[in-house]
């Protein structure tokens, strides 16, 4: 499985972007998607992860209510619809797959995939 994340660029305080995970791939059914950023400086972070079926969320509390994650899954596709961005939104952000999990909350996941990441600059 390859992953391509695109869809990151400039986006004013208060503005939005949407960014999209595409995967390559004969066969392509994860246990679930997820979003990850990591600021200048700082440790890569999760921000948001979806179960492939059924379509379950999760969110950090950072980003609840302002960002929203969702799948294509005809597609192979993942999307972030971010909104309202902060200055502190600002990161390089990726995309990840895990395969299976007996667990369900997607931070305890040891994520098998990885996209190469897609900056997103907020203004103030």
């Known amino acids: 499985v390859q992953l391509q994340a695109s869809g990151g660029g400039l986006a004013q305080a208060g503005g939005s972007l949407r960014l999209s995970c595409s995967a390559s791939?004969?066969?392509?059914?994860?246990?679930?998607m997820g979003w990850f950023r990591q600021a200048p400086g700082k440790v890569r972070e999760f921000v948001a992860a979806?179960?492939?079926?059924?379509?379950?969320?999760f969110y950090v509390d950072s980003v609840k209510g302002r960002f929203t994650i969702s799948r294509d899954n005809a597609k192979k596709t993942m999307y972030l619809q971010m909104n309202s961005l902060k200055p502190e939104d600002t990161a390089v952000y990726y995309c990840?797959?895990?395969?299976?999990?007996?667990?369900?909350?997607?931070?305890?996941?040891?994520?098998?995939?990885w996209g190469q990441g897609t900056l997103v600059t907020v203004s103030s």
């Open positions: 791939g004969r066969a392509f059914s994860p246990y679930g």
């Open positions: 979806v179960r492939w079926s059924g379509g379950s969320t």
């Open positions: 990840a797959d895990k395969d299976y999990s007996d667990y369900e909350n997607p931070q305890t996941w040891d994520w098998d995939h």
